[in-house]
């Protein structure tokens, strides 16, 4: 069974930092492009951070400087460090993968990746 499992999202005061993980099961996750997505209340879902199998990294720019993408092969997990955060960071975030075959309907693009499987998420609240 495919699935990405997120975990580390909080409840923190601005200026606060969170690391989420993701551990993605039933196929080698950082063989694809992996990323972090958020969605708040009333918005759309938008990229926040995205990693490349062979390491390259890109950010949103309401993040650069903030936040850090890596991954641990190994552990076929995926993390997000979150630092200096912010009210406007209040989200859900969701680990995604690039894998295709187990495309079950929900698919978005972002740069030159494109992601088909999605975890439940992890909500990341800051307060001010």
């Known amino acids: 069974q495919v699935q990405h499992v997120e975990s580390g999202g909080g409840s923190v005061q601005s200026g606060g930092s969170l690391r989420l993980s993701c551990v993605a099961s039933?196929?080698?996750?950082?063989?694809?492009?992996m990323g972090w997505f958020r969605q708040a209340p009333g918005k759309q879902r938008e990229g926040v951070a995205r990693i490349k199998n062979d390491g390259t990294t890109a950010y949103a720019d309401s993040v650069k400087g903030r936040f850090t993408i890596s991954q641990d092969k190994a552990k076929n997990t995926l993390y997000l460090q979150m630092d200096s955060l912010n009210p406007e960071d209040t989200a859900m975030y969701y680990c995604?993968?690039?894998?295709?075959?187990?495309?079950?309907?929900?698919?978005?693009?972002?740069?030159?990746?494109?992601?088909?499987?999605w975890g439940q998420g992890t909500q990341v609240t800051v307060s001010s």
């Open positions: 039933g196929y080698t996750a950082t063989d694809y492009c």
């Open positions: 995604a993968g690039s894998y295709s075959k187990y495309y079950d309907g929900d698919y978005q693009a972002w740069g030159t990746c494109g992601f088909y499987i």
